[in-house]
């Protein structure tokens, strides 16, 4: 069985008048410049959030090159140190 008390209900009316004032607290139009500011905050977070991502892509891509190639460039045919290997006579 519930037990229905004076405390009980006045906690209930207090929960009921707070619900509403939060609803109508949420129906008001917010300012101009607020929405000015707000928007351009999302897009310099988002201009943000991009360079970084650009910036990470690049590192990878260098630290990937010089895992394929030891950091040297090697051209088929062509000696690494500059010095061709004498040929042997026939």
Do not use: C, H, W, Y
């Not at 905050?41 to 690049?58: C, D, E, H, N, P």
Request: hydrophobic share 45%; charged share 25%; glycine share 12%.
């Amino acid at each position: 069985m519930k037990v229905l008390t004076k405390k009980n209900a006045f906690v209930g009316f207090l929960a009921v008048k707070a619900a509403k004032r939060a609803l109508k607290r949420r129906g008001r139009r917010r300012s101009g410049a607020r929405t000015v500011l707000l928007v351009s905050l999302g897009v310099l977070s988002v201009g943000l959030l991009a360079g970084l991502v650009l910036v990470a892509r690049r590192q990878r891509g260098e630290e990937q090159a010089e895992k394929t190639s030891g950091g040297e460039v090697s051209v088929p045919g062509v000696p690494l140190d500059g010095v061709a290997e004498p040929t042997p006579a026939a």
